[in-house]
């Protein structure tokens, strides 16, 4: 492959690049980059930045281990009716409560900003 086509590639693997902002359970904020071209969920690109999001059922909106809340006003899909019921079972709902498995990345979520909701003991 010559260099230019190279490049060129690189240059388009990084437009599809988004930054999202998530802060932790202990307040510490995070700049990860995600991908918006491998169909990935929120709750994957947390895991893959070695956060603490447990995904026990992988993302099936079955487990709220994924509960985060939204604080950047991002239009986001509504929830399914799936994700309203796990939700309503959850601890710590607040209004921007979303299941980041739920989440879909796109170019759109560019500087979204997430904070992980605490877990129940
Ligand atoms: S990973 Fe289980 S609800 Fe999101």
Known sequence: MDLRRLSTKCITD???????????REGEKYSLEAPTDMNLNLMEVLRAHDLPVEGVCGGMA????CHC???SDHELSDPSEDEEDMLDQAF?????????????IEESLDGLDVELAPVSE
Do not use: M, P, W
Not at 17 to 23: D, P, Q, S, W
Not at 92 to 104: A, G, P, Y
């Open 92 to 104: 710590f709902v607040e209004d921007n409560s979303r299941l980041s498995c739920q989440i879909k």
């Open 14 to 24: 990084l437009e599809k690049l988004i930054t999202i902002t998530c802060t932790d």
């Open 62 to 65: 079955l487990c709220a281990s």
């Open 69 to 71: 809340y939204i604080h």
